[in-house]
Structure formats: C-alpha cells, structure tokens
C-alpha cells in the first residue's frame, strides 16, 4: 500500500513567485466560483467548465490544471460540510498558495518550478528535506508553496512486515500504553495536562477589555500549546511503532469515533474535567501512530467499538468483569484471579488479544505454542501469566 508523508522548510520567496501565489489564488477561486454557478463538482466537469475560462492569467497551464483540482477539492469537502449539516459560506481562497504536481524538478539539492514560459525558479532545499526525499523507495508526487514555506509531498511503497503478533495501544489523558501479554510499556505523556492547564491560565489572566487582542493572543498560546504537545506525542509515536517494527508486531488501535460526545456538556461531568478530556488530542495521537506505521509497512487493525466493548473492563486472563474500588485509583481487581492489575495495561492487553482474533482470520492460524492465545472468554482462562500484575499482598 503506497504510503504518503510530507516534509516541509522554509524559504524565501521571490517577487515573481509571490506573483504565481497571487494568480493561483485567483484561478483557484475563479474556478470555485465557476463550479458553483453550475453545480459542478466532479474534477471532469470543473475542468470542462472553467479551463476555458483561465486563458486569461498569464501562468504556466500546469498551474491552471492544478487550481481547477484544487477548488474541486474545495467543493467535494463542502458538500460533505453540507450532507452534515454544517452552516457553511461560500469557499473563498484567502491565503496565496502555489500547489502542483506537474513540471517542477529536483536537481542539484534545488526545487525548480516552471513561473513563466521557459523560465525556470530554483529554490534551494534544506538538508532535512533532501536527506527525506533521499530515503530508498521515495518519489517526490507535488510542492505546496506558500509565503513562507515550501512543503513537498512524498510517497513510498514500503515492503510489507511480516508479523507474528499483535500490539494494543490504550490511550488515556496522561500516557499511551503499548502492550500484549509478554510485554507492557507506558509512554508518560502528563507533560501535555501540564502544558493544557498553563495554556488556559495564561489566556484567562488577559485583562484588558479587547476582544480582538484576546483573540490573537489565545490562538498564538493555543498554536504555542499545539506544537507543545504535538512533540511529545511525536516522540512517543515514533518508539511506539519503532518498537513494533523490531519486535514484528502489528499495531491494533480502537475505535475513537464518537469520543467526543462522551465529554459533553449535560453528560453530568464538571466543566474542568470535559474541558480537560477534550482537550487531549486523542486523533492526533492515533494518526501519527497510523501514518507512522503506514510509512514503514506496519500493520495497523482498527477495532471496531463492538470489538472493543469492554476492553478496560474485563479481565484478560479470565474474562471477568474487573472490579474497581476508589483504594486502588487506577488499579482494577479480579475477584476470579484474586489480582490487582493496572488499568491501562488490562485495556492494552486486552485490545492486542482482540486485534490478535482479526488477525488470525487473515492468515495463517498462530498455534499456541507460537506464543498465540485466543480471547479471554470466561470458563477459558489462558495460562499466559501477565508481567507487571502483582499479586496481592
Ligand atoms: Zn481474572
């Protein structure tokens, strides 16, 4: 399966790039307009429609062919806004930007983009991004340009990884945890709590009665908190599926459609503690693993909700309903087993078993002796012994 992944830098535009940024934007929104009009939303008919109509700009035709696919993109994401429900206006480009798949070069550690008839614009590439497109397997598909930064859009078709078992990843506020039955590992991410909390005191200590200063400073902390936790949550991803990848194990994920209407004003939870659960960017974590993953040749099974019913609750060496109690915070009890166990690490255990049952199906059956064991059912305990669960003292 082709995976793609972008690298991006910055550079320094010059006046007659910052002209084809300008004439994109218009073409782009020349074409919206255009498949508004006619209700065209198909790439086909939007070209048929408005190619005509772009003879005007002066820009290289690649250009024209890629801002009627961009605003086509425009218009399929409205009307999914709109089969939703969502209030939506009328899609306007605002920002200038430059996108294209067709005639630009790489060469010498230089992008070179096509800005006028046999006129060619080198852009010198970073180390980063040329030590990115270098890796074996990669092809560079498109640039994006924008007035600061050039970002270039990178696929590969990685090998597929052969794996012998499975790994499930529980995601809570305060970390991630990886684990199956041989092994589990937390990755501490309550740093992203600590940065959520200073964020909101930071924004609620403005006093001034403007509105239009709060605004711009709430969303400068907001992008400060977002890169904040975006690389935390990068480096955990990044061992996670570096690990996998060593150990041959395929990533199974659950299902996180829906979480947000768990945290819900009415649900009859605190203002802090929905703020605090919404806050977490539990997608962000999931698509990273997932891109991550892709960009290798993992594996990924994504459980669905009725595969993951229960998963932090059940026992997974016995299959009984655990029992928790306000002494043990995080800590659940199986009166079967007479064990405490960790609570996250009961739902990763539990998650690796099931997405283990998916991935039987699909190849061939993993024997018992291979270190492969059924789901937890009552009536069937499995003699796998769960490292890390005390016994009670
Ligand atoms: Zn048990």
């Not at 630009?104 to 800005?115: D, S, W």
């Amino acid at each position: 399966m082709l995976a793609v992944k972008s690298v991006w830098q910055h550079y320094a535009p010059a006046r007659e790039v910052l002209r084809l940024l300008e004439l994109f934007r218009r073409m782009v929104n020349e074409s919206l307009r255009i498949g508004i009009a006619n209700n065209a939303l198909s790439l086909r008919r939007l070209s048929l429609l408005s190619y005509n109509q772009l003879a005007q700009y002066d820009s290289p035709s690649y250009y024209k062919l890629c801002a009627i696919s961009r605003a086509a993109g425009i218009l399929v994401a409205r009307k999914k806004s709109v089969r939703r429900g969502y209030a939506t206006r009328n899609p306007y480009a605002v920002r200038p930007l430059l996108v294209s798949c067709y005639g630009f070069k790489i060469r010498n550690g230089l992008l070179e983009i096509p800005v006028a008839r046999g006129q060619r614009f080198a852009i010198p590439l970073t180390t980063h991004t040329l030590h990115a497109i270098a890796q074996p397997g990669v092809t560079v598909r498109s640039f994006t340009l924008t007035r600061t930064r050039l970002c270039l859009c990178i696929t590969r078709d990685p090998p597929r990884i052969e794996c012998a078992s499975t790994i499930g990843v529980d995601r809570n506020l305060r970390n991630l945890t990886v684990g199956n039955d041989n092994q589990t590992q937390h990755y501490d991410l309550s740093k992203s709590v600590r940065i959520a909390n200073t964020t909101v005191r930071v924004v609620a200590s403005f006093r001034r009665d403007d509105v239009r200063i709060k605004t711009r400073i709430a969303s400068k902390y907001g992008r400060r908190r977002i890169s904040r936790t975006d690389h935390l949550l990068h480096n955990a991803t990044k061992t996670i599926v570096a690990v996998a990848v060593q150990r041959r194990e395929a990533i199974v994920l659950e299902n996180i459609e829906g979480l947000r209407s768990l945290y819900r004003r009415g649900n009859g939870q605190g203002r802090k503690y929905r703020g605090r659960m919404n806050g977490w960017s539990f997608g962000e974590a999931q698509r990273q693993i997932e891109y991550k993953a892709r960009w290798t040749g993992l594996q990924v099974i994504r459980l669905s909700r009725r595969e993951t019913r229960g998963s932090s609750t059940t026992c997974p060496r016995c299959g009984e309903r655990l029992q928790s109690d306000k002494r043990l915070k995080r800590k659940l009890w199986c009166s079967n087993c007479r064990t405490v166990m960790d609570r996250d690490m009961v739902a990763a255990v539990n998650l690796s078993r099931r997405g283990r049952v998916r991935f039987a199906r699909s190849r061939p059956p993993i024997t018992e002796a291979q270190g492969g064991a059924g789901e937890a059912m009552r009536g069937n305990p499995t003699p796998t012994v769960i490292p890390g669960v005390e016994p009670r003292s």
